[in-house]
């Protein structure tokens, strides 16, 4: 069973800085990509940075330059640095793994940034 678990959320001034961090029970963290979505209020949810197996990374064009993703196979946990955050990264944040085109999700942790 492959369980996901969000933490880091929270509320930050725009300019402020969080890090969000997605732990994962089971065995196939380490081989399977990873990375996390959003789902701002009234909008679609949009991926927003990426990372394989490898350690390849993707992010969206408008958090390119302030957020980063990375991972820590060794602790099951992949990891997204925040920075100079806008209110429009207002979010829920979810974390997915993918694994042989199946995706497991966590529950979400949200990100409130004011103005």
């Known amino acids: 069973q492959v369980q996901l678990v969000e933490s880091g959320g929270g509320l930050v001034q725009t300019g402020g800085s969080l890090r969000l961090s997605c732990g994962v029970s089971g065995s196939i963290f380490s081989i399977s990509a990873m990375g996390w979505y959003r789902q701002a209020p009234g909008k679609r949810r949009e991926s927003v940075a990426g990372i394989t197996s490898g350690g390849l990374t993707n992010y969206i064009d408008s958090v390119k330059g302030r957020f980063t993703i990375s991972r820590d196979n060794a602790k099951n946990t992949v990891y997204l640095q925040m920075n100079s955050l806008k209110p429009e990264d207002t979010a829920v944040y979810y974390c997915?793994?993918?694994?042989?085109?199946?995706?497991?999700w966590g529950k979400g942790t949200l990100v409130t940034v004011s103005s």
């Open positions: 997915y793994l993918q694994r042989d085109a199946i995706y497991y």
